[in-house]
């Protein structure tokens, strides 16, 4: 039974996307045991059992981890940039996880833990309460297309041209955040309708203005300059024409805003920004506008990398006291949002209550959380907890993870002999929602068709959720071309790396103690996957690293003859253990006990990889893996070749296809309208679905009519 919406497969051409990663479905529900039932940590219980599993661990792929810093190196160096650390240091940075010696390669207990536990709160139906409650999902959709979800809801936040947009200047008060508003065009009788004047960079003289960055140096940050200025009108435009620093003595005075140049996504060319903003003085007279705790809030905890980077502060993005900024507001002049530059990027409304959207949010909340423990918080502990009704302070785990280290190497130990520098991988994007939120037909959403997919302003949980666990492919064998970065990008964006090579044999123990047989079963089912499987572990996993096997061997210890004496035969210590050769009897309950708290009548099966969600687990856990042409990163390269455009739906692991090339231009429909006149058909979007909260909504239409009332409309 499907309790959650579930996700269509695109089936149309073009729309099928690719990427190095897929998703895992989350579960119909969450398995969870009687914490009245578990153990105590302070006695052996004769019917539970305790030992280790040995295992192998032999990379078939380069694998990286990498080095825990040393106090001094971090006394030092720990607050530098990778960029701005001295050349030995980076490579001392670069190496490998180890203990003493660098030429020894170890795994961390805590990396195989931690990979071992995800693999069993996927396999037990488990919570999936491990996803983040921030970023706040933010968009902007200037340059979207007409058939583009974001469009319109874009466009009632901002307004047709931006008109909804205000500008002024930050103050911090004792109160909080507020802003001293600016003079307006209208303020002069100008005829401009926007709060703010622009003008192209190549109306500014070279020298004019000292210290300005044009927009394709490669020095370029976005900057803000006080100037002054002149304007002529023609044909009702308002144009700044001659513009100098502060003491060019020109009749107006404001700000020069230099944002964001687009180079960044635009594959090394030239940047298409043609115009800088001009922010007028502040209006004085103006009361200043307080901007209210949870916008200062959700806009903090939205701050994307770039609003992290100079000239903006690393925790408060453009806020800062006297800085020019961007803003929309309410019907009784409430701040609702802002940012750095005009078209900055708005807030995902869903909900009845107007809630800014998190990946947190499109998680059911009965799958996030419980009161009772799910099987991987029984066998691994929990942490304190006061909403639970048992174990109150917590849980210790009863599973202990050894470091893995090399036992042998088949062709030596690295991958090279010096670092390499890895291709840039940047950090997830929620915001491509094709790929990470459901798209279910039978909601009305449809993989195939643009304007109807689902994002973070559609109803959670009744029409979309976060699509499931995310996992990478493997890709089969690696060579070094596959690895290496090749493209010209910052160095701020750089990093050193010293992968093992593949063929490199590793050992490590999981020690366990009072497990009952269902939970020893899940551990050896993470631990002792089918032959044609293999894990993910370490760095770099989209490259195709960090593939390997593990062969477990299982060691039960008889605890009563544990410590009827101290030594055995040959002086050494004696563990009293027994290896079982064979132990897929304790799998074997493990995965019957699963299927009983899922399967209902008709839907029963015979094994755990019958069903739908665990034969996706398998087939992303497939050695060597999909052909690599399945499993890449889409591409953005330049302005005319983004196959993103479009938004292709990444299909379920079941139904990956090959991807070499996607529409990157989409024609616009047109038809005439009733005098005769071409217009662009913009596709309706369906009823509930406009990303703004209807509050905001009311907010927006409220003003604009007082606004009418008060002023007459142009």
């Known amino acids: 039974m499907n309790v959650y919406p579930r996700h269509s497969n695109p089936e149309k051409p073009g729309r099928v996307a690719c990427a190095p990663y897929n998703f895992i479905p989350l579960p119909e529900k969450v398995i969870t045991v009687d914490p009245e039932k578990l153990p105590y940590h302070d006695r052996y219980y004769p019917l539970l059992n305790s030992g280790y599993i040995d295992c192998l661990l032999i990379t078939e792929s380069p694998l990286y981890t990498r080095c825990a810093l040393t106090p001094d190196f971090f006394r030092q160096w720990g607050e530098t940039s990778f960029d701005k650390l001295p050349e030995e240091k980076r490579k001392e940075k670069a190496q490998f996880f180890h203990i003493d010696n660098a030429y020894q390669p170890v795994i961390p207990g805590s990396s195989l833990r ?55 200047y930050l103050k911090k008060r004792a109160k909080g955040w507020f802003i001293q508003p600016a003079k307006q065009p209208s303020s002069f009788k100008w005829p401009e309708r926007n709060s703010f004047l622009s003008i192209k960079e190549e109306r500014i003289p070279k020298g004019v203005i000292p210290g300005l960055i044009r927009f394709n140096d490669p020095r370029y940050i976005p900057q803000y300059h006080s100037v002054t200025f002149d ?96 803003y929309i507001t309410a019907a009784d002049g409430t701040v609702l949002w802002l940012g750095h530059c005009p078209n900055f990027r708005v807030p995902a409304i869903y909900g009845e209550k107007d809630q800014v959207a998190n990946p947190w949010a499109f998680v059911p909340e009965p799958l996030r959380s419980s009161p009772e423990p799910d099987l991987a918080e029984a066998i691994f502990g929990f942490t304190a907890d006061k909403d639970r009704i048992h174990h109150k302070n917590g849980y210790a785990g009863r599973v202990f993870f050894t470091d893995a280290k090399m036992v042998s190497a088949e062709d030596g130990v690295f991958y090279s002999d010096e670092p390499i520098t890895p291709k840039v991988l940047a950090s997830p994007k929620p915001t491509c929602f094709q790929h990470y939120l459901v798209q279910d037909r039978a909601k009305g959403h449809d993989p195939d068709n643009k304007a109807k997919l689902a994002y973070y302003g559609t109803p959670t949980p009744s029409e979309t959720v976060i699509r499931g666990h995310k996992l990478y492919w493997h890709k089969g064998k690696v060579d070094l071309s596959e690895i290496v970065n090749d493209r010209d990008v910052s160095e701020s964006q750089l990093t050193l790396i010293r992968p093992v090579k593949p063929g490199v044999t590793f050992r490590f123990r999981v020690y366990f103690e009072n497990l009952n047989r269902v939970e020893l079963g899940a551990l050896l089912w993470a631990l002792n996957l089918p032959e044609n499987c293999r894990h993910k572990l370490g760095m770099g996993k989209p490259l195709g690293l960090g593939t390997v096997k593990i062969k477990p061997s299982l060691f039960m210890t008889d605890r009563k003859e544990r410590y009827s004496r101290l030594f055995d035969e040959n002086n050494e210590w004696h563990e009293a253990s027994k290896k079982l050769d064979d132990f897929r009897n304790y799998i074997q309950e493990f995965e019957n006990f699963i299927l009983e708290q899922v399967c209902e009548g008709s839907d029963r099966v015979e094994k755990l990889s019958d069903l739908a969600r665990i034969n996706m687990l398998l087939k992303m856990l497939q050695w060597p893996g999909p052909p690599k042409a399945s499993t890449r990163y889409m591409e953005i390269k330049g302005s005319k070749e983004n196959e993103y455009r479009e938004r292709p739906v ?65």
């Open 650 to 714: 990444l299909p379920d692991p079941l139904h990956i296809k090959e991807c070499d090339s996607f529409p990157t231009e989409k024609p616009q429909k047109k038809k005439q309208n009733h005098q005769g006149q071409e217009k662009i058909n913009r596709p309706a979007l369906s009823p509930g679905h406009t990303g703004l909260g209807t509050a905001m909504a009311e907010a927006f239409e409220k003003a604009k009519k007082q606004k009418e009332r008060g002023k007459g409309t142009r």
């Open 114 to 168: 931690g990979m071992v536990r995800s693999l069993i709160e996927i396999v037990s139906y488990g919570k999936v309460q491990w996803v983040a409650d921030e970023p706040f999902i933010t968009f902007r959709a200037v340059a979207a297309s007409q058939d583009d979800p974001l469009a319109e809801p874009y466009r009632k936040l901002i307004g047709k041209f931006g008109r909804n947009v205000k500008a002024g």
């Open 231 to 326: 304007i002529k009108v023609t044909q009702g435009r308002v144009k700044a024409t001659r513009i100098g620093d502060e003491g060019a003595g020109y009749p107006y005075r404001g700000m020069l805003i230099c944002t964001g140049n687009m180079r960044e996504t635009g594959g090394g060319e030239a940047s298409r920004r043609k115009n800088h903003f001009i922010i007028l003085e502040p209006e004085e007279e103006a009361s200043e506008l307080f901007i209210p705790e949870t916008v200062v809030n959700n806009y903090r905890r939205s701050l994307t990398e770039f609003q992290k980077k100079e000239p903006f502060d690393e925790n408060y993005g453009c806020l800062n006291n006297g800085a020019p900024v961007f």
